[in-house]
């Protein structure tokens, strides 16, 4: 995980890494971990709430996450 101290607000350089994951279980657990480890307050994105997070909640209900 990169440290956040690198991090430059308002730069164009996005924080970001890429994951593996055995299979979509392993992926939304591991998203799930990421949320807990950064706890944030604010998610900003396009349509984020039903969108990006919304499809991340139906899908861990429907693998029972």
């Known amino acids: 995980m990169r440290s956040m101290e690198n991090f430059k607000f308002g730069s164009f350089h996005p924080l ?8 979509e279980i392993n992926l939304l657990q591991r998203v799930i971990d990421l949320f807990r480890e950064y706890d944030p307050d604010i998610i900003v994105g396009y349509e984020t709430e039903t ?3 919304g499809y991340i909640c139906k899908r861990g209900e429907t693998l029972s996450i």
């Not at 970001?16 to 299979?23: F, H, L, S």
């Open 16 to 23: 970001t890494d890429v994951i593996y994951a055995r299979n």
């Open 51 to 53: 969108l990006s997070i």
